[in-house]
């Protein structure tokens, strides 16, 4: 099994931001596909030992990606992130939320704009993500439901998948 990397987060709370800087040794084209495929996406974005599983997914300006994450005893959270911006192999953004299995989306979780930037490096890239929130309550919710634990664990995941 190869090194991981780590997963760097700095939390800026004033801001109601968080950032996450994360390397791969992969080129930048196949990271991008890892993050932009439903079929590479679904191998990675949950946290073993839960499993993703894309609805539906359009990856364009204005179009949206609705899956679920399904624990070992079947139960399903339910997202969805509509996507803004797409600048290939370079960044997109995306707005997410809880849902519920058609889209609609739960008022009462916090939503998350995600702006994923992609860069080339020497032996690999680097993925940089800032996560904005409307405030700081809802970035310390993200927190204290193990955002940090979980999302390291996703891209050990995908460590291993862009290894293959």
Not at 35 to 50: G, I, R, V
Not at 135 to 146: P, Q, T, V, Y
Request: with cysteine; glycine share 4%; aromatic share 12%.
């Amino acid at each position: 099994m190869m090194a991981t990397k780590e997963t760097i987060y700095t939390k800026d709370v004033a801001n109601k931001k968080m950032k996450v800087v994360r390397e791969f040794d992969a080129p930048v084209e196949k990271v991008w596909r890892a993050w932009t495929e439903s079929e590479l996406l679904d191998q990675w974005w949950a946290p073993k030992p839960w499993k993703a599983k894309t609805v539906s997914r359009n990856f364009s300006n204005g179009n949206t990606w609705i899956y679920y994450m399904e624990g070992p005893e079947g139960t399903r959270h339910y997202c969805r992130a509509d996507f803004s911006n797409i600048q290939p192999q370079k960044s997109f953004i995306v707005l997410d939320a809880f849902c519920d299995e058609k889209g609609k989306i739960n008022e009462d979780m916090p939503r998350t704009t995600w702006k994923i930037e992609f860069f080339p490096g020497k032996e690999g890239s680097r993925v940089e993500i800032e996560l904005s929130y409307r405030s700081a309550a809802d970035l310390e919710k993200i927190i204290e439901m193990g955002f940090k634990e979980g999302f390291a664990a996703a891209l050990n995941n995908l460590d291993e998948l862009l290894a293959k």
